[in-house]
């Protein structure tokens, strides 16, 4: 075998694994890209029920509701819109009335939003960027109201 | 005045790196000797410094100086002395000094331990690593410099964030700053051997005891933080696709292939090139890992930075380290000479295609960790890549290279015969279809990637005992005969089957806590019990009890089988009063095979609590196994070929002179 035959060989298996990856990652992309919803995206745009999405905001002060059972009610609100929430199972430490949340799950026929998972991803700020974005279109992100970090950004 | 210090000697540092950085690589240029001669003492000098800096750092921790700002912070007078000295690196300034600090302690070993190689190599070698260190220095010293005073100095501290307080956590950065800074020194090599214009095995044979200590402390560190993400977070889960998860993962992957590429530039002569190109996209992954982090643009509890002239330094930091380096490549790759030829089908050959499936899974983890940053950059729309997408493209990628690893090692260099190697592995492969189809019965119709990947995990158990029974003729000559043989194996060959078979354990272990998890969610009240996996949990009520610096919830379950009682259980939840956080801490019982998972949420109307409990089949397994591993790593560095300083080939061939290309 030449030193050229080899090279081309390695060469081509490398575009082959290449290829074969971009093609797995195109079709894992089609069905597993997560789009991220503020409350008033889903007014205005809504997405179509049953497809897997996210959406941010900020938990509704005096909005959550236990059943007693493990399922919980909440709203989720970005005081120009709001949505409401289920969600069965245990919630994360960091949330809290008042403060940020993102949920993942689907949209019902009805406009309520069965989360699938809750995540306050386990960030120091409380505030989930994506959230914190989404506050700032709405117009009511004010980083001085207090609401923000409880600790200087540092440096 | 102990904070001054430590800010002077950091300076003096980053000054001493500045030297380092010009005079021996001018020398090398030149072939002056008496200017190379510098890096050795400059390297020595320039590690003592940061251990200065370092240890004014610690001190000001432990003795709660609040006039630090760092301090100030990152801890309080409540916490305990673990974590007071574990906060040092729990933060942004700190964890930068921490990985300069590492940074020049491996560097001071290239200086002590390289009597043997060539001085021009060595100067340069130094020579970038200080280059590397100037640029973390200064970016310490211009943005995130951790001995800022803060007047009037405040009563007490801000705490650490709860999460990160936790045995786990705290010795999860430093193993992996270990590794990360680690491939700094392949890095170095590799620049170097770019200048030097040569590469030859002598030059391997120095990168690889390197780049496997990298690795070895990496897959310790991920496995820590893995470990810490399943008992801590309280989810069940110990691997989430979280972007700081793959970030480390990345320099891993890429570390891995590194490892294996540079035992066939030290063997065989050959895949030079492509083994410094590895060198080169392993330290810039890993100093992406460092730095994206850090900079808050993904976002995770490791987050500290918001400061945008940081974001910018970072970024510019990073554009010259890999921009610079890979451009330094693309010019002088071409006159390094090639090496031995191989046929496709031969040991090299299944290390060549080890290293194209693992850059290409490294690939499909880039791609889903950034496309959302991608995205927001150039649309401003939101979105995240989910966990399905991860296991879509990179399991695909995986088990083909679990199915080779089995055979690698069993093929000759240069030209092997694939079908004889097959036929030697032939009862493994029976055993791998009989593991896969009793995984499938068992089951009752689970899925089939799970029985598929439990045949794979056992043919690469057993094919790596059977290539080690086969080199100690084991069955075919006495015992005592097979005895001497193994204990004459070269320690390398027992690091890689111990690493190898504890690829197919933690590999078990995965697929089955994602296959076959059950859980639970009930509201509970005192005296209520859960049934889970025939075990029953009954849950006494909560007591609340005081921690040194937190409140807690804690709710005892006792354990029952069939009526006896086996123990109990204490998941908590506890209420970190400075930062006003909670914490979840889940209760593990694990008898090897499995563990039982416990944690309540909040507390609910009347008295009842929320539970939730996991059975999470053999979870255990993926730490054994990643635990040998890394033990693999540790016995294969101790062969005495790799042993640094030892090798008696290597200082024949430094010996030689290094003629100039």
């Known amino acids: 075998m030449t030193r050229k035959r080899r090279r081309m060989m390695v060469v081509g298996l490398g575009l082959l694994c290449l290829g074969a990856a971009a093609a797995l990652a195109l079709t894992a992309f089609e069905d597993n890209l997560l789009f991220f919803y503020s409350p008033s995206d889903l007014h205005s745009e809504a997405p179509p029920p049953g497809r897997m999405l996210r959406i941010g905001g900020i938990v509704e002060e005096g909005s959550l509701e236990r059943d007693g059972e493990g399922s919980v009610a909440f709203r989720v609100t970005d005081f120009a819109s709001t949505v409401p929430v289920t969600y069965r199972g245990i919630l994360p430490d960091l949330f809290r009335e008042g403060q940020g949340v993102v949920a993942q799950g689907r949209l019902t026929d009805a406009g309520l939003f069965q989360a699938e998972e809750v995540l306050a991803r386990h960030d120091e700020n409380y505030m989930p960027s994506e959230v914190a974005d989404a506050l700032e279109r709405a117009g009511v992100w004010r980083p001085e109201s207090g609401e923000g970090p409880p600790r200087g950004s540092g440096g | ?325 890979l451009a330094l490549f693309a010019w002088r790759a071409p006159s390094l000479k090639a090496g031995g030829l191989f046929a496709p089908v031969s040991r090299e050959g299944g290390l060549v295609l080890n290293n194209l499936l693992l850059a290409t899974a490294t690939a499909t983890v880039l791609l889903g960790t950034f496309y959302p940053l991608f995205v927001e950059a150039f649309t401003g729309g939101r979105l995240s890549v989910g966990p399905p997408y991860f296991n879509a493209t990179f399991l695909p990628i995986m088990l083909p290279l679990v199915a080779v690893m089995a055979v690698g090692p069993m093929m000759a260099w240069k030209r092997a015969d694939l079908a004889g190697v097959l036929g030697r592995l032939k009862f493994v492969a029976l055993a791998a279809v009989l593991a896969a189809a009793a995984t499938w019965y068992i089951q009752e119709g689970g899925p089939v990637l799970a029985a598929l990947a439990m045949g794979l995990a056992v043919w690469l158990f057993l094919g790596t005992l059977w290539e080690l029974g086969e080199r100690v003729r084991l069955f075919r000559v006495p015992a005592g005969d097979s005895w001497r043989r193994a204990r004459g194996l070269p320690r390398a060959a027992w690091g890689m089957s111990l690493a190898h078979a504890g690829l197919a354990v933690a590999m078990a272990g995965m697929i089955g806590s994602s296959a076959w998890k059950q859980e639970e969610v009930r509201v509970v009240r005192p005296g209520d019990e859960v049934a889970l996996g025939g075990y029953s949990f009954r849950f006494d009520g909560a007591q609340r009890i005081q921690g040194p610096n937190y409140l807690s919830d804690t709710a005892p379950l006792t354990l029952l089988r069939d009526g006896r009682e086996l123990g109990t259980l204490y998941p908590e939840r506890r209420f970190y009063p400075v930062q006003e956080m909670h914490t979840t801490q889940a209760a593990i019982r694990t008898n090897g095979l499995y563990d039982l998972y416990a944690v309540i949420g909040d507390p609910q109307p009347g008295g009842a609590w929320t539970l939730r409990l996991y059975l999470e089949p053999l979870v255990p397994w993926i730490w054994f196994g990643a635990a040998f591993m890394a033990l693999g790593g540790l016995v294969s560095l101790s062969d005495r070929r790799l042993r640094v300083g030892a090798p008696r080939k290597a200082a024949k061939a430094a010996a030689q002179p290094a003629p100039a290309e």
């Not at chain 2, 609040?66 to 040092?88: D, E, I, R």
């Not at chain 2, 970030?247 to 294996?260: D, R």
Request: hydrophobic share 55%; proline share 6%.
């Open chain 2, 1 to 325: 005045m102990i904070p001054e210090l430590g800010h002077f000697t950091l300076v003096l540092a980053l000054l001493v790196a500045l030297v380092q950085g010009s005079l021996p690589m001018l020398g090398a240029a030149r072939g002056r000797a008496d200017w190379m001669a510098v890096a050795r003492p400059a390297a020595f000098l320039q590690c003592a410094a940061t251990v200065l800096a370092f240890a004014a750092l610690t001190w000001a921790y432990v003795v709660s100086d609040f006039t630090v700002l760092n301090v100030v912070q990152n801890s309080h007078s409540a916490k305990p002395m673990l974590y007071k000295v574990t906060g040092v690196w729990g933060n942004h300034e700190g964890s930068l000094l921490l990985w300069v600090l590492i940074l020049t302690i491996f560097g001071a070993a290239v200086a002590g331990f390289g009597r043997n190689l060539p001085p021009s190599l060595k100067a340069r070698v130094l020579g970038v690593q200080a280059w590397v260190a100037i640029g973390f220095f200064t970016f310490m010293l211009f943005t995130s410099n951790p001995f800022e005073r803060i007047w009037p100095a405040p009563l007490d501290g801000n705490d650490l964030n709860p999460l990160l307080q936790d045995p786990g956590l705290a010795f999860h950065p430093p193993l992996l700053y270990l590794g990360y800074v680690g491939f700094s020194i392949a890095f170095s090599f590799a620049i170097a051997a770019l200048l030097e214009g040569r590469v030859d095995p002598a030059w391997a044979r120095w990168v690889r005891p390197w780049t496997l200590a990298a690795w070895t402390f990496l897959t310790g560190g991920i496995a820590l933080g893995s470990w810490w993400a399943y008992y801590e977070l309280g989810w069940g889960g110990w691997w989430f696709w979280d972007p700081v998860e793959n970030v480390s993962f990345m320099p891993w992957l890429l570390g891995t292939a590194l490892l294996h590429s540079a035992i066939v530039v030290e063997k065989r002569d050959a895949l030079k090139v492509w083994t410094i190109l590895l060198a080169i996209l392993t330290f810039s992954l890993s100093l992406l890992g460092t730095f994206v982090v850090r900079s808050g643009l993904l976002t995770s509890v490791h987050a500290f930075a918001v400061d945008p002239t940081r974001g910018l330094y970072i970024l510019l930091l990073l554009v010259i380290a890999a921009g610079g380096s």
